[in-house]
C-alpha cells in the first residue's frame, strides 16, 4: 500500500471515529457532506426502507377502498392513503440528495427489488380487517416512526417526521374507533374481530423484525439513526395495544409478566403463517425458516406494486 493510500486510510479513519464521537454525545448532522460512507450507506438503506413501505401502501389500501361500508369511510382510507403517499414523496425527495432517482426507484425497479414487510402484503378481507390492519400495524409504524424523530441523528431526516407522525397517530385513531365501533355491534361482530386479531397481531409483532439476542446487525443504533432496539420498540408496541384489545374483551396473544415487568407474547417467535389457510402455526421455527418466508412475501407484493407501477387506478375508486 502507498503512502497516498494510507493516508487517505488514516484521514478516512479520523473521520469515521470524529463522526461516531459526535453523534454519540448527542449531536446532529445536517448535510451529505458531514456522513463517513458507513454512516451515509446505514442512513440511506433506512430512508429507502421506510420509502418503500410507504408505497406498498397503495396496493394494501386500494381494495380496502372498494370494500369501504360508506362514503365516509371511503373518504377517510382515501385520506389516510394520500397521507401515505405524501410520506413516500417526502422520502424520496430526500434520497434525491443521494443521487437516488425518485422515477427509477418507483416506477422502473423490479417488484422484487423493493424493500417490504410482510405485514404489508395482506389484503384486507372486509372493513374490520381495515381497521384491525390500522390498529395494529399502523401502530407499530408510528412507533417505529416516533424513535427515528425523537433520535436520528440526520437533523433533516428528523425533522421531516414531524408531519408524518401527526398523521400516522390520526391512522392509529382510526383503527381505534373502528374496532370500539365493531365490538359493539353483537357477538357475530364480535367474532369475526377476534378472527381479525388473530391474523393481523403476530404479523404486527414482526414488523419489528428478529428478536434482539439474534440480530447481528447494530449500525442504526451504533450511528443513533434509531434510539430503540427491535424488542424495545415491540415491548412499546405491546404496551399500547395489548391493554386496548384486552379492555375491549379480545383474546390477545400476549401477557403482562409481573415477575418481569414487562409485556410478553404468549408464543416464541418467530412462527410461520400458512399461506393456504392463512392461520398462523404456533410451533417455533428457525429463523431461517422465517426469513425465507419474508423473502418470498405474501400474495400482494408482486402485482400489487406491478399494478401500481402500470396502471391508473383513480378512475376505479368511485
Known amino acids: 500500500m502507498g503512502q497516498t493510500a494510507l493516508a487517505r486510510e488514516s484521514t478516512e479513519e479520523a473521520n469515521e471515529i ?9 449531536g446532529t448532522l445536517e448535510d451529505v457532506s458531514e456522513m463517513t460512507p458507513r454512516y451515509r450507506s446505514v442512513l440511506v438503506d433506512t430512508m429507502r426502507i421506510a420509502a418503500d ?50 422515477y427509477q ?7 422484487e427489488k423493493f424493500k417490504t414487510f410482510f405485514m404489508l402484503e395482506f ?10 390492519a390500522h390498529l395494529c400495524g399502523d401502530q407499530a409504524g408510528y412507533i417505529t416512526t416516533c424513535d427515528l ?66 440480530k447481528s446487525r447494530t449500525d442504526q443504533l451504533h450511528y443513533r439513526i434509531r434510539g430503540s432496539s427491535n424488542d424495545q420498540l415491540r ?14 374483551g379480545l383474546k390477545v396473544p ?6 418481569k415487568g414487562i409485556y410478553v407474547l404468549d408464543y416464541e417467535m418467530p412462527i410461520l403463517l400458512n399461506l393456504e389457510t392463512m392461520k398462523w402455526d404456533y410451533r417455533t421455527v428457525t429463523w431461517e425458516e422465517k426469513l425465507a418466508q419474508w423473502k418470498k412475501g405474501g400474495p400482494i ?16 375508486l368511485w
Open 301 to 316: 407484493k408482486l402485482p400489487g406494486l406491478r399494478r401500481m407501477q402500470t396502471e391508473l387506478w383513480g378512475q376505479d
Open 105 to 111: 426507484a418507483v416506477f422502473e425497479r423490479e417488484p
Open 149 to 214: 424523530e425523537a433520535n436520528c441523528s440526520f437533523g433533516p431526516y428528523s425533522r421531516s417526521l414531524r408531519k408524518v407522525n401527526f398523521e400516522e397517530n390520526f391512522h392509529v385513531k382510526r383503527g381505534e374507533y373502528m374496532i370500539r365501533h365493531y365490538m359493539q355491534q353483537g357477538p357475530e361482530i364480535r367474532a369475526r374481530v377476534q378472527e381479525a386479531l388473530d391474523f393481523w397481531f403476530p404479523l404486527a409483532a414482526e414488523w419489528f423484525g428478529t428478536t434482539d439476542n439474534v
Open 123 to 132: 389484503a384486507p378481507q372486509d372493513a374490520i380487517d381495515t381497521g384491525m
Open 53 to 102: 413501505l410507504e408505497i406498498m401502501t397503495l396496493p394494501l389500501d386500494f381494495p380496502a377502498i372498494m370494500m369501504a361500508p360508506g362514503l365516509n369511510d371511503r373518504i377517510a382510507i382515501t385520506s389516510a392513503l394520500q397521507d401515505e403517499m405524501g410520506h413516500a414523496q417526502v422520502m424520496f425527495r430526500m434520497l434525491g440528495d443521494f443521487g437516488i432517482d425518485a
Open 18 to 26: 470524529a463522526l461516531q464521537t459526535r453523534v454519540k454525545a448527542g
Open 235 to 248: 415491548q412499546i408496541w405491546m404496551q399500547r395495544l395489548v391493554p386496548f384489545c384486552e379492555q375491549l
Open 254 to 259: 400476549a401477557h403482562f409478566d409481573r415477575e
